[in-house]
């Protein structure tokens, strides 16, 4: 049987758009890793996607992986509407071309070597891993 990985990641930027942060905390038997990483110019969504593209490439071989994150956008489109966005040549319901499918497209193929379950968490809530992993992603927009 794979591993199980709990994974628990955020984004941040201030403004959005302006300067962007994320972070991603990894927990695997007993053990922790902690990810971030800063781009300068981005966007909150941006930023939700990379931390989750980061935490499935620094794991190591194929994994059952339980990722928690805050960002609906980031749930619901890889759950609900990147299937449809592929049948429509990444395009939106209008026609119009999905935003972020660079990130889209990295994520989708990362989702196919692992066994991702992904978990929505409500934001500020109390959830000791989302509310850190939430400073370190703003930590990171403020980076030099």
């Not at 930027?13 to 902690?34: D, M, Q, S, T």
């Not at 990295?106 to 989302?130: I, M």
Request: glycine share 8%; net charge positive.
């Amino acid at each position: 049987m794979k591993p199980l990985v709990t994974i628990y990641t955020d984004g941040a930027c201030e403004p959005n758009p302006g300067p962007g942060g994320w972070a991603a905390i990894l927990n695997y038997r007993g053990h922790e890793k902690v990810l971030t990483g800063h781009e300068r110019n981005t966007t909150n969504n941006r930023m939700e996607l990379r931390a989750a593209i980061a935490a499935l490439e620094a794991l190591g071989g194929s994994s059952r992986v339980e990722l928690h994150t805050d960002s609906e956008y980031l749930k619901r489109g890889i759950t609900e509407w990147l299937p449809k966005w592929m049948a429509q040549g990444w395009r939106k319901s209008d026609k119009r071309p999905v935003l972020n499918v660079d990130l889209w497209q990295t994520l989708h193929a990362l989702t196919l070597r692992h066994e991702v379950e992904w978990q929505w968490v409500r934001g500020h809530s109390g959830d000791p891993q989302n509310e850190r992993v939430d400073r370190l992603a703003y930590r990171a927009v403020r980076r030099p």
